[in-house]
């Protein structure tokens, strides 16, 4: 009976070629997904492109609907890549809670829009057009709203401290219960506006047009503020803040 040894001469060769081999592959594999990355890389900014491109049909084509129309989720999409939003259009729609902190605004068209809840948080909206839109609750502060129109505006119980309203057209704008402080209202138009229960703690109405302007009930309003204002005299005030003024409740 042959019985026939197995020959191990070449065994630690093999061993060692085998691991050289899968070393090899190793790096390959390596350089693989490195190669791979690169290519995605590349081309994100062509996939953002068309992504982009997708977000503004949707926004454009839902113009004149009343609902959102996909429009929220695809305006945050946007702000948040960084893309600016300036000269937007949309009016009369709904858009309710959407979330465009730091978004540049400039001279967006939102007229007659519901922008409850929503957040515009150091937002850039000088020049827009917000005229009877819905702004109940929403987050303003430090938003940049110069020379933009709010007027008959509802922006019940909203935040805007530190806002810039500076030169806004506020005329008939329902800030009832709002919180005012810090806001800058430097020759802003606020003839007929609800100033109602509102907080004006170191807000400037400094040239403001106050003409038939409502402010019964207004928190930490000093007469050193008011009388900074155009027209103060022919606004509406508390009876406690009339004797303030030297003013009498005939006027």
């Known amino acids: 009976m042959c019985i026939h040894l197995l020959n191990f001469t070449n065994f630690p060769k093999d061993i060692e070629r085998l691991i050289k081999n899968n070393y090899l592959f190793e790096k390959l594999e390596s350089f693989s997904i490195i190669v791979g990355l690169v290519i995605f890389l590349l081309n994100i900014p062509e996939q953002q492109k068309r992504t982009h491109y997708e977000a503004w049909q ?4 839902a113009q004149g609907q009343g609902g959102s129309g996909g429009r929220v989720k695809a305006l945050e999409n946007l702000n948040e890549d960084g893309e600016s939003l300036a000269g937007l259009t949309a009016t009369d729609a709904d858009l309710t809670g959407v979330q465009l902190q730091g978004a540049d605004l ?9 922008l409850s809840k929503s957040d515009f948080s150091d937002a850039k909206l000088d020049r827009a057009d917000l ?10 502060m430090s938003a940049n709203l110069c020379d933009a129109n ?3 505006a509802d922006l019940n ?7 810039q309203l500076i030169n806004a057209k506020l005329v008939n704008t329902n800030f009832s219960g709002a919180n005012l402080s810090g806001a800058n209202f430097s020759y802003a138009d606020l003839r007929g506006a609800n100033l109602s229960s509102v907080n004006f703690s170191d807000a400037d109405l400094s040239n403001a047009d106050l003409i038939s302007a409502k402010l019964m009930g207004a928190k930490n309003l000093t007469s050193q503020q008011v009388k900074k204002a155009r027209n103060w005299e022919l606004a509406n005030y508390d009876e406690s803040f009339l004797n303030l003024l030297n003013l009498s409740s005939e006027k």
């Open 58 to 61: 949707l926004i454009n084509s």
């Open 106 to 114: 400039v001279r967006a068209n939102l007229k007659g829009t519901n």
């Open 131 to 140: 005229t009877g839109a819905i702004l109940v609750g929403a987050n303003l």
């Open 150 to 152: 709010l007027s008959h």
């Open 157 to 163: 119980d909203a935040q805007l401290v530190k806002a």
